[in-house]
């Protein structure tokens, strides 16, 4: 159990882990593509003021033209570098915040036409290239480089997720100290309950080996194959202190078929055992009965499995004769009760079956605060 629970955990911190993750992604693309959209629209504002003031002053050295592009630099923060050029004069305008974001020198008139290259980080930062200016045998074309991706975005996002990984992680560890003090500091409740167990199985050994030792007589009958009847009391009354100790339900059955001839009463045993798990729950009774008991089971999961015996034996037919049988229950429902009790009250519920036509369930219901007898029947 404990194996599940730690694997089960580790799957949800995996689970929980990667969700942080992702969601972390998420957010750092929502902030990229945002500003991808605002760069692009930027440029396309600054492509239109340098063709402007190119119209006034064709000269890109002008004072008019250095000043306002200096100052557009200074005031858009996410712009990193503009650059117009010409395959045939190379560079004509660079305008950057650091040198290092051209890659190779200024091209010119021996570069042979190639357009400049960039050093920047494709994630954090994006290149938009246009045509500036058609002229006849020329063309001018207008680079700009932009951030997208700034510590402004990423800060409050990563902050986000090491606070809840911190937090994780901190839950992970009460949840492992927790676990250490209960190991090292069993509850008294826990320590008498597997004591319980122990003296339980030993009990249950114990009386095991006292019937198989029983070296005059088998348990079992060599004729029914059913517990012998005297056997009933020793275990029932064990039966009922282990449902009690572990507070469990018990049913205790009586079950009388109609036919009493001795050689169906010994092919009905038979049926009977081979329906029923633990042969040692089933016991024969003196009047071509028997007797079963059914641990762990309350009185309506007792009553529906044997109302499903008793509708399988009245369909049933045994050497060309139908047959029906007749069931009394008891039940311990929750009291402390003693077998004797528990035999009177299935006898009970068995002769009121019996008495009323047979081929019927009679369960035998108290009630566990007041401990009244009430009878209560289940139609056949």
Same mark, same amino acid.
């Given at each position: 159990?404990? =194996?599940?629970?730690?694997?089960?955990?580790?799957?949800?911190?995996?689970?929980?882990?990667?969700?942080?993750?992702?969601?972390?992604?998420?957010?750092?693309?929502?902030?990229?593509?945002?500003?991808?959209?605002?760069?692009?629209?930027?440029?396309?504002?600054?492509?239109?003021?340098?063709?402007?003031?190119?119209?006034?002053?064709?000269?890109?050295? $002008?004072?008019? &033209?250095?000043?306002?592009?200096? *100052?557009?630099?200074? @005031?858009?923060?996410?712009?990193?570098? %503009?650059?117009?050029?010409?395959?045939?004069?190379?560079?004509?305008?660079?305008?950057?915040?650091?040198?290092?974001?051209?890659?190779?020198?200024?091209?010119?008139?021996?570069?042979?036409?190639?357009?400049?290259?960039?050093?920047?980080?494709?994630?954090?930062?994006?290149? #938009?290239?246009?045509?500036?200016?058609?002229?006849?045998?020329?063309?001018?074309?207008?680079?700009?480089?932009?951030?997208?991706?700034? =510590?402004?975005? %990423?800060?409050?996002?990563?902050?986000?997720?090491?606070?809840?990984?911190?937090? &994780?992680?901190?839950?992970?560890?009460?949840? +492992?100290? #927790?676990?250490?003090?209960?190991? *090292?500091?069993?509850?008294?409740?826990?320590? *008498?309950?597997?004591?319980?167990?122990?003296?339980?199985?030993?009990?249950?050994? $114990?009386?095991?080996?006292?019937?198989?030792?029983?070296?005059?007589? /088998?348990? &079992?009958? /060599?004729?029914?194959?059913?517990?012998?009847?005297?056997?009933?009391?020793?275990?029932?009354?064990?039966?009922?202190? @282990?449902?009690? /100790?572990?507070?469990?339900?018990?049913?205790?059955?009586?079950?009388?078929?109609?036919?009493?001839?001795?050689? #169906?009463?010994?092919? #009905?045993?038979? $049926?009977?055992?081979?329906?029923?798990?633990?042969?040692?729950?089933?016991? *024969?009774?003196?009047?071509?009965?028997?007797?079963?008991?059914?641990?762990?089971?309350?009185?309506?999961?007792?009553?529906?499995?044997?109302?499903?015996?008793?509708?399988?034996?009245?369909?049933?037919?045994?050497? =060309?004769?139908?047959?029906?049988?007749?069931?009394?229950?008891?039940?311990?429902?929750?009291?402390?009760?003693?077998?004797?009790?528990?035999?009177?009250?299935?006898?009970?519920?068995?002769?009121?079956?019996?008495?009323?036509?047979?081929?019927?369930? +009679?369960?035998?219901?108290?009630?566990?605060?007041?401990?009244?007898?009430?009878?209560?029947?289940?139609?056949?």
């Amino acid at each position: 159990m404990k =194996k599940k629970l730690l694997l089960v955990y580790i799957v949800f911190c995996t689970i929980f882990i990667l969700g942080i993750i992702c969601f972390s992604l998420y957010q750092i693309k929502i902030h990229r593509d945002k500003n991808i959209i605002t760069a692009a629209q930027l440029f396309e504002d600054i492509k239109n003021t340098s063709r402007a003031l190119y119209k006034i002053d064709p000269a890109l050295d $002008s004072e008019l &033209f250095k000043g306002t592009m200096q *100052e557009g630099l200074k @005031r858009q923060k996410e712009l990193l570098l %503009l650059s117009i050029y010409s395959p045939k004069e190379g560079m004509i305008y660079l305008i950057s915040r650091d040198e290092n974001y051209l890659k190779t020198s200024l091209p010119d008139k021996e570069s042979g036409g190639q357009p400049p290259e960039y050093n920047f980080n494709s994630l954090t930062s994006v290149r #938009f290239s246009s045509t500036f200016l058609k002229m006849e045998g020329d063309e001018l074309y207008i680079d700009g480089l932009f951030t997208v991706l700034g =510590k402004a975005e %990423l800060y409050p996002i990563l902050k986000s997720s090491v606070y809840l990984l911190f937090i &994780f992680i901190l839950i992970t560890a009460l949840l +492992i100290l #927790f676990t250490l003090l209960r190991r *090292e500091k069993p509850r008294r409740t826990e320590i *008498e309950a597997e004591s319980r167990i122990v003296e339980e199985t030993q009990n249950e050994k $114990s009386l095991m080996n006292t019937w198989a030792s029983d070296g005059e007589k /088998s348990m &079992f009958s /060599s004729q029914t194959g059913l517990v012998l009847a005297g056997y009933l009391p020793e275990r029932l009354k064990f039966e009922i202190e @282990r449902a009690a /100790s572990f507070d469990q339900d018990l049913v205790f059955a009586l079950i009388a078929p109609a036919n009493k001839e001795e050689s #169906f009463f010994i092919e #009905f045993s038979k $049926s009977i055992a081979e329906r029923f798990p633990f042969r040692d729950l089933i016991f *024969e009774q003196d009047d071509n009965s028997c007797a079963l008991i059914l641990p762990d089971k309350s009185l309506n999961q007792a009553i529906k499995v044997l109302e499903n015996l008793r509708n399988i034996y009245e369909k049933k037919s045994w050497h =060309k004769q139908r047959t029906t049988i007749s069931i009394g229950l008891g039940a311990r429902n929750g009291r402390l009760i003693t077998q004797e009790i528990l035999v009177k009250e299935a006898r009970v519920s068995l002769n009121k079956a019996i008495k009323e036509g047979g081929n019927r369930l +009679i369960a035998f219901r108290a009630d566990p605060e007041k401990f009244r007898k009430v009878v209560t029947s289940v139609p056949g």
